[in-house]
């Protein structure tokens, strides 16, 4: 595949180039900390963080389907990864990435783009809110200074362990985390120019150098970071290792591509351009594959660095290279000096970032709806927070699923009908007064998809008017879909048709319903005699060729003489459309 920037780059000139620029470097200066953040919280070294920035930022950018997107570590995998660290090591987080990568390719490929849109929103909101207070509650031993406590997979025994020892809290990690939380939230107040999170982390790291403070800090921790990129090497690959890291590759697949295509939408209202979500899922496919052979862990896009990006005047992938290489040339400069950087001055950066993801606003929104949305935002939230965003992302998509299938079937209604002769505007009203009905025909409206969300309710209803009638017309003409469950209830409703001596007629059939029954054979074995186009010329053709015998309501034993259904207007219709 090939570099697509053709489209994203017509009327490029030198001044967007040089406004190209100075927005990678200032997107470049904001990710610097938060890609070191970021890879600390998910468990693994910060420059995990770094090369996953430079390598994944790059092709996000050259191969994606936004002109300004900025990828690279975001606080939305920090939940997945640092469990996948804990439970599979360092060799398989790479690994997940790179499949997860391949599985983003294929979405792009299966233009499954659009689908991830479906998505409900209280799910996204939920896993959204869960992983603020994941990745929130995981910097409280950062702040305070705790050090040398177990890691749990489970966020309540994490939590159980930081409050239990609290006692032990490090009075200068606690100084320096306020020194750094102070810089990150007056900056902004000050000048835009030099980011909050870049202000706190230097603060910070000269606090604790010139005062000689004891607290932990990534060298300490982590050792220093390398002045360069790692030549790439592939992970460790065997069949059982494919398996094993098979689940959450496909949760951080998913994760990707909700985070980074909300991360399109968003910039394209900030823009006013619009993006390619299936050649951005390929993009970031791409993008994560490469990070995996260069030690980098899986990105997606960065809202609040494509935020930034568009307010620095970006407006082309060529400032997102310009952020990679950015970092690459502060790595390669300034690595040695990186190892003084406290984690306590890095502990706010990540709990001011979980606060902006917690989605307050959104949470209290969604609690004003309806009970089922509240009830899938409250289980998704738990799920994420106290099992695992696995099985937070799968109840997630089952609930997507669940809710369409709920929601299609709710709209799917069936109606019991008579032809309108009071007002000719209307073909049909609907029958409120069973007393008042046809004893010898019913005519059925059906209004939305015949599938199998709808299909056992439609077939209860129809099979329920049969034993008291001779005629059935079902009127098809607002049934967009039949799916094979819809099929067989209506060979179900055919098969108790002959069986009762019923005779079946379809109406309005529309294109796609036409094809299923044809290729089923069920069209010929309903007759292709009783099917019509529209619901007029079916009652003329029962009137003129069926007798149905003696009417329940009257003495008359010839159908066309039924005074009942003379009442009803029928007959008058049919006589009207004759003439």
Avoid at 93 to 108: K, N, R, W, Y
Avoid at 175 to 199: C, D, E, H, N, Y
Avoid at 413 to 425: F, N
Wanted: with cysteine; hydrophobic share 50%.
């Amino acid at each position: 595949m090939g570099i697509r920037l053709h489209g994203r780059m017509d009327g490029y000139n030198a001044e967007r180039f040089r406004k190209d620029v100075m927005a990678g470097v200032i997107v470049g200066i904001v990710a610097l900390p938060l890609a070191m953040a970021f890879a600390i919280a998910s468990g693994v070294s910060p420059d995990h963080g770094l090369y996953t920035a430079i390598v994944a930022g790059a092709a996000i950018s050259i191969f994606g389907g936004s002109r300004v997107q900025i990828g690279g570590p975001t606080g939305a995998m920090v939940a997945i990864l640092s469990v996948v660290v804990l439970q599979y090591g360092l060799n398989n987080l790479f690994l997940a990435g790179m499949v997860a990568g391949i599985m983003l390719i294929l979405m792009g490929v299966l233009r499954a783009g659009a689908l991830i849109r479906f998505i409900p929103f209280p799910v996204t909101t939920g896993f959204t809110s869960g992983i603020a207070v994941i990745i929130f509650s995981g910097q409280i031993n950062n702040f305070f200074g705790l050090t040398g406590l177990p890691a749990h997979e489970q966020f309540h025994l994490n939590l159980k362990e930081s409050l239990t020892h609290l006692s032990g809290m490090n009075p200068y990690a606690v100084a320096t985390a306020f020194i750094a939380l102070a810089g990150i939230l007056m900056t902004p107040r000050i000048t835009k120019v030099i980011p909050g999170s870049l202000a706190g982390m230097l603060g910070a790291t000269v606090a604790v150098s010139l005062a000689g403070w004891s607290v932990e800090t990534i060298g300490s921790r982590f050792g220093g970071i390398p002045r360069t990129l790692p030549l790439p090497s592939l992970p460790h690959i065997s069949f059982s290792s494919l398996l094993f890291v098979l689940r959450p590759a496909f949760t951080i697949a998913v994760l990707g591509a909700v985070e980074s295509l909300l991360s399109c939408v968003v910039a394209d209202a900030k823009c006013g351009d619009r993006h390619d979500s299936n050649r951005e899922l390929i993009g970031q496919g791409i993008a994560n594959c490469l990070a995996s052979v260069f030690g980098g862990v899986p990105a997606t896009g960065a809202i609040a660095r494509t935020a930034t990006n568009i307010r620095s005047g970006g407006s082309s992938p060529v400032a997102g290279v310009v952020h990679a290489f950015t970092l690459l040339v502060i790595m390669m400069l300034f690595a040695p000096s990186a190892s003084r950087v406290p984690l306590a001055g890095l502990a706010p950066v990540l709990m001011v970032v979980a606060y902006n993801m917690s989605e307050v606003h959104q949470i209290k929104h969604i609690l004003k709806g309806t009970r089922s949305d509240i009830v899938v935002l409250a289980i998704t939230f738990f799920l994420t927070v106290f099992a695992d965003l696995t099985v937070a992302v799968e109840f997630g998509l089952l609930m997507a699923a669940v809710l369409f299938v709920k929601r299609m079937s709710d709209i799917h209604r069936i109606e019991k009908v008579l032809p309108d002769t009071s007002d000719p505007r209307k073909k049909v009203r609907a029958i409120h007064d069973e007393h008042n009905d046809c004893p010898q025909v019913t005519i059925l409206n059906v209004e939305g998809a015949l599938f199998f969300g709808a299909a056992t309710k439609f077939e209860q209803e129809v099979l329920s008017h049969l034993p008291l009638i001779r005629m059935l017309i079902i009127r098809m003409a607002r049934v967009p879909v039949i799916d094979a469950t819809g099929e067989r209830a209506l060979l179900t409703i055919a098969d108790a048709c002959r069986k009762n001596h019923v005779r079946m007629m379809i109406t309005g059939l529309q294109e796609q319903p036409i094809e299923v029954l044809e290729s089923t054979g069920l069209l010929d074995r309903i007759g292709r005699h009783n099917v019509f186009k529209r619901t007029g010329p079916a009652i003329d053709f029962a009137i003129s060729t069926m007798d149905l015998g003696i009417c329940s309501a009257c003495p008359f034993s010839a159908f066309r003489e039924c005074p009942d259904l003379k009442q009803r207007g029928i007959l008058e219709t049919a006589e009207a459309r004759r003439e």
